[in-house]
T-cell receptor, first 116, second 114 residues
Framework: NAGVTQTPKFRILKIGQSMTLQCTQD?????MYWYRQDPGMGLKLIYY???????DKGEVPNGYNVSRSTTEDFPLRLELAAPSQTSVYFC???????????????FGPGTRLTVL | GNSVTQMEGPVTLSEEAFLTINCTYT??????LFWYVQYPGEGLQLLLK?????DKGSNKGFEATYRKETTSFHLEKGSVQVSDSAVYFC?????????????FGQGTELSVKP
């Protein structure tokens, strides 16, 4: 199993450009997540999905959009990129039942994005 | 609210030294607790976990005990190696909170010198 894969690994955008960060998991997990990691900070949740066709906002959703048309894929779309979106983006997935607090998440290698 | 506080880094140790990284939490209900490790240029990997009070998680010589009375989950290792140099994140998850999202501490960078 490849686990969680993300593309691209690095990207530089100009202000106002748009792009899509790709995320795929092959573990048949129901939940998928997008986090961003800023220097010296923990990860913050952008969006999450509980299954194909269902997405919801996390803590910092402004400036981003997501979709989940299949179990495997969970792309993150940046429209009108801004310098504040310079960060490292991690996709994660888990098999979560929602009946307990236990939710072990598996992370991709990350995408390092710079907006100039 | 739910939050995690870790000791600030960077932490610099000599090889074979004893490691402690403090982690305390605030949570509603009964959280599950995790330590994740991030090696340079890589994503996060689960290091160990504990799901209820007094559980001890362990892996690769690292240990952490879920202490409900002190709301703590300190990470320890008896003898660190250069290969342990990484950033360590303490995290928790609680039921019914935005899809069981993980709530992270700010991370503690560990540097081990030969």
């Amino acid at each position: 199993n490849a686990g969680v894969t993300q593309t691209p690994k690095f990207r530089i955008l100009k202000i106002g450009q748009s792009m899509t960060l790709q995320c795929t998991q092959d573990m048949n997990h129901n939940y998928m997540y997008w986090y961003r990691q800023d220097p010296g900070m923990g990860l913050k949740l952008i969006y999450y999905s509980v299954g194909a066709g269902i997405t919801d906002k996390g803590e910092v959703p402004n400036g981003y959009n997501v979709s989940r048309s299949t179990t495997e894929d969970f792309p993150l779309r940046l429209e009108l990129a801004a310098p504040s979106q310079t960060s490292v983006y991690f996709c994660a997935s888990s098999y979560y039942t929602g009946t307990s607090s236990y939710n072990e998440q598996f992370f991709g290698p990350g995408t390092r994005l710079t907006v100039l | 609210g739910n939050s995690v506080t870790q000791m600030e880094g960077p932490v610099t140790l000599s090889e074979e030294a004893f490691l402690t990284i403090n982690c305390t939490y605030t949570a509603t209900g009964y959280p599950s607790l995790f330590w994740y490790v991030q090696y340079p240029g890589e994503g996060l990997q689960l290091l160990l976990k504990a799901t209820k009070a007094d559980d001890k998680g362990s892996n690769k010589g690292f240990e952490a005990t879920y202490r409900k009375e002190t709301t703590s989950f300190h990470l320890e290792k008896g003898s660190v190696q250069v290969s342990d140099s990484a950033v360590y994140f303490c995290a928790l998850s609680v039921i019914y909170n935005q899809g069981g999202k993980l709530i992270f501490g700010q991370g503690t960078e560990l540097s081990v010198k030969p």
